[in-house]
């Protein structure tokens, strides 16, 4: 973090002194409000993924309880039986000695005021245990269907964003085999391009045949804007020695990120705000930097494609 601090000063100097203060504002701004927007994102995406193991573990909670609310409701129901037949069968008995006895006539007398007593007692016990357990089992459907609510949201995103890596998948079939790779990982899209398709070495200017791959992207994005598009520039771990203007991997891999983002702004229909481009420099290898082929992948520019989180905060927030 303090490496990358440094180096956003470093750059944040260069800019400066090559632009006016007005620009090097505006263009401080801007970087300030790509950083915090890409942050938010991963802290939201973090927070949902979060809040949905602990809805789902409440959901369980609440099952355990409701169980337990039923056994609980069953016992009392039995009790309240057994305490009924043996109020009748006292009765019963009652009827018979009353012919026959004043004082055993008063005893169970007694004894009935007793057992009415007691169930009494029970019925006011299960008709609480009753509201409790209709408590239970409202607060339980309402959980479920948070929760079903809540995987509704995930799957349709999980779906929208399949059907876009396809999209991307057939704009730039005519990409394949020349260091171009569209995946789906953990909910987000990725493509990668190698920087043979992009770049000269050294340089960060796109060529004209990653121009054309960078637009046909653009063109699918453009289709898609509620999209976040983090465009991360990745280098190998070879000392950089070519314009004396940079000042390094990291430098260089900043660079080329923002040559793509200044590509994809050709594109009217995608919203600059949904943009951020960042540096990697070497840190953030894919193969081994021990052989030239490893060097080769590492050397690339990764798209990752995020969607909007904003349905889903609303329902967490309910």
Not at 226 to 241: F, K
Request: aromatic share 4%.
């Amino acid at each position: 973090m303090i490496k990358k601090s440094i180096f956003t000063v470093f750059t944040l100097v260069v800019l400066a002194s090559c632009v006016s203060p007005k620009v090097y504002k505006d263009l401080e701004a801007k970087y300030a409000d790509l950083k915090k927007e890409n942050k938010k994102l991963s802290t939201d995406n973090e927070v949902l993924l979060s809040a949905k193991t602990a809805a789902e573990n409440e959901l369980k909670q609440l099952h355990t309880a409701y169980d337990e609310a039923v056994a609980q409701r069953d016992k009392l129901q039995g009790d309240y039986n057994a305490a009924k037949s043996n109020l009748d069968n006292l009765k019963a008995s009652y009827d018979a000695l009353e012919k026959n006895s004043t004082a055993a006539i008063a005893a169970n007398s007694q004894k009935n005021r007793e057992l009415l007593a007691q169930l009494e007692a029970k019925e006011q016990a299960l008709a609480s245990e009753n509201a409790r357990l209709e408590k239970l089992k409202k607060e339980l459907e309402d959980r479920s269907n948070r929760v079903a609510e809540l995987e509704q949201v995930i799957a349709s995103k999980d779906a929208a964003m399949t059907e876009l890596k396809n999209a991307i998948s057939r704009a730039l079939t005519d990409f394949e085999g020349k260091g171009l790779t569209v995946e789906q990982r953990e909910g987000k899209v990725y493509v990668s391009m190698e920087n043979k398709l992009l770049f000269s070495s050294g340089s960060w200017t796109v060529g004209a045949e990653g121009k054309k791959a960078v637009k046909q992207l653009g063109n699918v994005l453009g289709d898609n804007p509620d999209i976040a598009v983090l465009i991360e520039g990745h280098t190998d771990n070879a000392p950089y020695a070519g314009n004396a203007q940079l000042s390094g991997n990291w430098d260089l891999s900043t660079k080329r990120a923002t040559s793509i983002v200044n590509i994809l702004r050709e594109n009217n229909n995608i919203h600059p705000e949904n943009l951020t481009a960042a540096g990697r420099g070497e840190f953030a290898p894919i193969a081994s930097n021990e052989t030239n082929e490893g060097k080769a992948k590492n050397r690339r520019i990764e798209v990752v494609l995020t969607p909007k989180l904003d349905e889903l905060s609303k329902l967490l927030s309910e």
